[in-house]
């Protein structure tokens, strides 16, 4: 069964960058067909698509956020990354890191348990 | 692109039968059968329930259905027990090759 676990810093400061890593254990971030994704909630809110890389290279970001993201896939550690650039507080979520599944990756089957990243001086 | 519109909460008592509603436009949920259904309970991940507008994962009760109409899905959660006390979220693929959520549902077990 495969599992999903984020790392990376709790606190970034406002106007740096977040830079966000999602391990994958129990499957390959190479297999073909999936879409590994980004989604965040913000405290006490809803869920809110970041995008998608898929091993292809193709990749799909929340229009909202396009300006301010970068996403990655490195087969050779089994992780994806998110990087967001000039950080405010209103970045400030918990960030998720999901496997996107069917012909669009349009629903998400296995999800990452969370890390929050607080943006604060 | 704007979230899908879902009740802010849903009540019933055990036993009982709910639904909660996601309406979108014919660009998302009415342009396609790609609408999901995530439950998520305090402090944990979302845990998908409904994919493909009326599909279950392996290991998700039966108690669970997903349908649509139109531009609304819908899930149902039938014989209502303690633990489906959860906030509830529906999602949809959009002609802008998007995924868009909508904002949430909090069920409560009387």
């Known amino acids: 069964q495969v599992q999903l676990q984020e790392s990376g810093p709790g606190l970034v400061k406002p106007s740096q960058t977040l830079s966000l890593t999602c391990g994958v254990s129990g499957g390959f971030v190479s297999s073909g067909g999936y879409f590994w994704s980004w989604i965040r909630q913000h405290p006490g809110q809803g869920l809110e698509w970041i995008g998608y890389?898929?091993?292809?290279?193709?990749?799909s970001y929340n229009p909202s956020l396009r300006s301010r993201v970068t996403m990655s896939v490195d087969a050779s550690k089994n992780q994806f990354s998110l990087i967001l650039n000039s950080v405010t507080a209103a970045d400030t979520a918990v960030y998720y890191c999901?496997?996107?599944?069917?012909?669009?990756?349009?629903?998400?089957?296995?999800w990452g348990q969370g890390t929050l990243v607080t943006v604060s001086s | 692109q704007s979230a899908l519109t879902q009740p802010a909460s849903v009540s019933g008592s055990p036993g009982q039968s709910i639904t909660i509603s996601c309406t979108g436009t014919n660009s998302d949920v009415g342009g396609y059968n790609y609408v999901s259904w995530y439950q998520q309970h305090p402090g944990k991940a979302p845990k998908l329930i409904i994919y493909e507008v009326n599909n279950r994962p392996s290991g998700v009760s039966y108690r669970f259905s997903g349908s649509k109409s139109g531009n609304t899905a819908s899930l149902t959660i039938s014989g209502l027990q303690a633990e489906d006390e959860a906030d509830y979220f529906c999602?949809?693929?959009?002609?802008?090759?998007?995924?868009?959520f909508g904002g949430g549902t909090k069920v409560t077990v009387l």
């Open positions: 999602s949809s693929y959009t002609s802008s090759s998007l995924t868009v």
């Open positions: 999901a496997r996107g599944s069917g012909r669009y990756g349009s629903y998400f089957d296995c």
């Open positions: 890389m898929h091993y292809s290279g193709r990749t």
